[in-house]
């Protein structure tokens, strides 16, 4: 199956939505990762995002969007523009939606946001990854991202 995907900007209420789910799972993820401790994880995960997203859906230089096939809402992508801080986009979130995974939904989502900034004239995205999600390594591998530093961690022995 080749999916199709057209990218629409995320309206307020898809963006409550989308923003309770994620920081649930952006906290298991820090959990997983052993950055947050599972007492506090929806509460640290929740200030980074309001750090990032003050303004919500409006905030300046971030594109949030709802991934569509047809009338079918197959996921959502987050990226940010360049800016004083980073000279390149930035990819923040991909979704896809569980019943839509396994059918290139994530690649064709990519692909869209790609063009989406292509057309503001951006000429370079990156992106951070979990160590531990090998499915998403794989897809960001195919689309030809390079790892370009790698983050590496171990409990001290003895501590």
């Known amino acids: 199956m080749s999916a199709r995907v057209t990218l629409r900007p995320m309206t307020q ?5 989308y923003l309770d789910r994620s ?13 947050f401790t ?7 995960a929740r200030a ?3 750090l990032l997203l003050p303004e919500g859906v409006r905030t300046n230089g971030m594109l949030l969007f709802t991934a569509f096939d047809g009338d079918e809402q197959v996921g959502m992508l ?29 690649r064709a989502i990519m692909r869209a946001g790609e063009r989406e900034l292509a057309a503001r004239g951006v000429a370079e995205i990156g992106l951070n990854v979990f160590g531990d999600n090998t ?10 991202y390079k790892v370009i530093a790698q983050q590496m961690t171990k409990p001290v022995d003895g501590a």
């Open 48 to 50: 980074e995002f309001m």
């Open 38 to 44: 599972p007492e506090r994880a929806d509460e640290q």
């Open 23 to 35: 920081v649930r799972d952006y906290g298991q993820d820090k959990v997983r990762a052993g950055e």
């Open 78 to 106: 987050w990226l940010a523009l360049p800016s004083a801080r980073r000279h390149q986009a930035w990819v923040y979130e991909l979704w896809v939606a569980p019943n839509a995974r396994s059918r290139g939904y994530g």
């Open 135 to 144: 499915t998403a390594i794989g897809l960001y591998e195919s689309l030809g």
């Open 13 to 17: 209420a898809e963006f409550d939505a």
